[in-house]
Each structure stands twice: as C-alpha cells, then as structure tokens.
C-alpha cells in the first residue's frame, strides 16, 4: 500500500535552479493538492486539482507551476527558485474535491541557498 | 477571509490524564471538520472527521462541534506519551472550492 509517493525527499537548491516534485497516488483519487509547511505558518495551498485535466491556485502560487500529467500524478515545479521557498512540501490526494478527508505523501525538504 | 485559529502550545499534560484541544473559525457557513495528526518530522494525518453538532468518539478521541460558536474541539482521554503531537484542525469553506483551511496546530506533549 503505497498510498501518496513524493519524489526526491529532500532536495538542496542554489537560488536560480529549477527542479520538479513528483507526486504520484494509488488510490484512484479523483483530487489532488500540493501545499508547503513553514515553522509557525501551518498548512499553506499551493496549487490543487480537482480532477484530472484541472488545476487552480491555492492560497500561495507564486513561484510555482503545477502538472496534473494524468489521474495518478501531479507535478510541481520551481522554475526560479528562491530562498523564501525553503520549506516542506507536501503531497495529498482525496478521493473527491469536496471532502477534507485527505492522504498525505512523507513530504520533501527542500533547501535553497 | 477563512481563518481558522488553534493555540500554538505546547500543552502539556501528564499520562493519563485528559486533553483538550480547540480551535475556531470564521465563517459559520461551514459544514465539515477534521482533526490532523502530524508527529514530528512527519506527514499529517486524519484522525477524525465531524459534520454535526454534538460529539462523534473514536476510541479514545472524542470531537466537539458547536456551529452557532464555530468551536470544534478534540478531546483524548487517557493521553499516552506516543499522542505526543501537533495537531491540526482543518475546516472546508463554504462558497468554492471547498478544499480544507488548516490552523497552524497545537503541539501537544504527554509526559509520563
């Protein structure tokens, strides 16, 4: 049971770089989301899916792009990174875009410096 | 503005004994309500879901909705060391999307 599977788990960036996390959920989930955690700030919404061939910004899309690639996998990626994107980014899936009722990944640490 | 406001803690209390978590929010339009774990280090996880007033019990976790004072609580009886953790409320929003809004959490610490 693999359940939301994020990729790499930690990540070490130079201001500038780009790179892309991978998410991917076995679980036939119709909705999928990313958010970043800060210390202090909680759960923030990045970019959210609500099916496949959708997305929509979140609460701080800035800086990001997303890729819903098919109903298993959605993408995030930092074209530019900056240092104010050092965080935890998590990957969730939920069975339907109107529920809460949410599957986390193990997250990915990421680093800019 | 959706808000959703939980006291950062650390609450601390003793094995055994009953502990209390709260947490409010803005818009009493609001119809679903869920309480995450995250240990350390960790992903968050859902530990109970609630959509009525009244309490919903689970074990040894009992939730708490008051809509007309847009209060929920979990309350753990029985608080071991292992429920050692932040948690995190999260409640959908009427009027879009409905994707949960989480509450910066409240560390909880169980000491023996």
């Known amino acids: 049971n693999a359940g939301v599977t994020q990729t790499p788990k930690f990540q070490v960036l130079k201001t500038g770089q780009s790179m892309t996390l991978q998410c991917a959920q076995d679980?036939?989930?119709?909705?999928m989301y990313w958010y970043r955690q800060d210390p202090g700030m909680g759960l923030r919404l990045i970019y959210y899916s609500a099916s496949e061939g959708t997305t929509d910004k979140g609460e701080v899309p800035n800086g990001y792009n997303v890729s819903r690639l098919n109903k298993r996998e959605f993408s995030l990626r930092l074209e530019s990174a900056a240092p104010s994107q050092t965080s935890v980014y998590f990957c969730a899936s939920s069975e339907a875009g109107d529920t809460g009722e949410l599957f986390f990944g193990e997250g990915s640490r990421l680093t800019v410096l | 503005q959706k808000e959703v406001e939980q006291n950062s803690g650390p609450l601390s209390v003793p094995e055994g004994a009953i502990a209390s978590l709260n947490c409010t929010y803005s818009?009493?339009?609001?119809?679903?309500f869920f309480w995450y774990r995250q240990y350390s280090g960790k992903s968050p996880e859902l530990i109970m879901s609630i959509y009525s007033n009244g309490d919903k019990e689970d074990g040894r976790f009992t939730a708490q909705l008051n809509k007309a004072s847009q209060y929920v609580s979990l309350l753990i009886r029985d608080s071991q060391p292992s429920d050692s953790a932040t948690y995190l409320c999260a409640v959908n929003f009427p009027g879009g999307s409905y994707i949960p809004t989480f509450g910066r959490g409240t560390s909880l610490i169980v000491h023996p």
């Open positions: 818009d009493r339009g609001s119809q679903s």
């Open positions: 679980m036939n989930h119709n909705s």
